[in-house]
């Protein structure tokens, strides 16, 4: 049969096929975020709670490939997470297994902050709002990951740079400063968690204004792209 006259099937475009990747994951983001409270049910649970680091790997590694030149970043952070989150699998005691998770769980979030941001900068072709709309979310919720990291190294070099009247004894764990930075950076101020050292306030002042100018800056930014025919009918 003939074919003459006929044309090829229209691919998608790459944003198109990027987007199942970045569903997955702000689904890995919400689990890992605000999942934690797992952590305190035992050494299994936690175990069960850094292998779903697997899907923020699997995507960084996706990304990475698909612009290898720009992407080594990524791959570099992901060694280091499975670096540091299988030590502390082991040794969940350490407290330098502990910062070694922590390091790298932070190198990657804060790498592919800087690579989700530079996309909503500078979308590709194709780049519907529903992907910015992902892309910002999934930043968003990064920065409070790392921000939650940097709170978590800052207390164990330093015990006592943050106060948690319902902690009794021993310093802050990492879950409850995570908890702390994302209550931080929201702006939402519950007080539960204050920092006591003049770095800790300086860090989760600096969360704050961060927090306030990333919802302003992309807010406007989306205003400025969504409703083109272009952008939203097509891809």
């Known amino acids: 049969m003939s074919t003459e006259g006929t044309s090829p099937a229209p691919q998608p475009a790459p944003a198109a096929r990027h987007r199942p990747m970045l569903w997955m994951l702000l689904g890995t983001l919400v689990v890992l975020q605000f999942g934690y ?4 049910s035992g050494p299994a649970w936690t175990v069960a709670y850094l292998l779903v680091y697997a899907g923020v790997v699997v995507y960084s590694v996706r990304r990475a490939n698909s612009d290898r030149r720009r992407g080594w970043p990524l791959l570099v952070a992901s060694v280091a997470l499975i670096g540091g989150a299988t030590w502390f699998a082991f040794r969940q005691d350490d407290a330098n297994a502990t910062a070694a998770m922590l390091i790298g769980v932070g190198l990657l979030q804060l790498t592919l902050v800087v690579t989700l ?30 921000f939650g990291v940097a709170s978590g190294l800052m207390e164990l070099a330093q015990p006592g740079s943050f106060l948690d009247p319902n902690v009794t004894s021993g310093t802050l764990t990492w879950q409850g400063l995570l908890y702390g930075s994302y209550v931080t950076l929201a702006t939402l101020g519950f007080g539960d968690i204050v920092p006591v050292s003049a770095w800790a306030r300086s860090l989760w002042s600096f969360e704050a204004v961060v927090g306030t100018l990333f919802v302003a800056v992309v807010i406007a930014r989306l205003v400025g792209v969504a409703g083109f025919a272009d952008r939203d009918t097509k891809d």
Do not use: I
């Open 117 to 146: 941001a530079e996309s909503l900068v500078r979308p590709s072709q194709g780049t519907r709002t529903v992907d910015m709309l992902l892309l910002a979310v999934c930043a968003y919720l990064l920065l409070g990951g790392v």
């Open 37 to 40: 409270p797992v952590t305190y």
